[in-house]
């Protein structure tokens, strides 16, 4: 089993910047891949962006140029860094992880952007 706290959402206004950070504990071995999803009222869950162990990154497109997402394995971390952003990133953003052992997510934490 995997489980995963997310930290540093919130909310800002148009153009500024967030770093979300999601802390994962128990089976982290076994994990891949680590990303985070984003769903807004009404909407599917989306992928935002992943991180392999090696580090190859997956970004969606609505997000490319302005979000980086990081990892430290040591620390079994991965980060968003969330630059310019729009009211449309208003959402809940996930953390997920994805190995051996399955699937699993995190609660998740409101990032909410202003006009």
């Known amino acids: 089993q995997v489980r995963l706290v997310e930290s540093g959402g919130g909310k800002v206004l148009t153009g500024g910047s967030l770093r979300l950070s999601c802390v994962a504990s128990?089976?982290?071995?076994?994990?891949?891949?680590l990303g985070w999803y984003r769903q807004a009222p009404g909407k599917q869950r989306e992928l935002v962006a992943t991180i392999t162990r090696g580090g190859n990154t997956n970004y969606a497109d609505s997000v490319k140029g302005r979000f980086t997402i990081s990892r430290d394995n040591a620390k079994s971390t991965v980060y968003l860094q969330m630059n310019s952003l729009l009211p449309e990133d208003t959402a809940v953003y996930y953390c997920n992880a994805n190995g051996w052992t399955g699937n699993f997510w995190g609660q998740g934490t409101q990032v909410t952007v202003s006009p």
């Open positions: 128990g089976s982290t071995g076994s994990i891949y891949t």
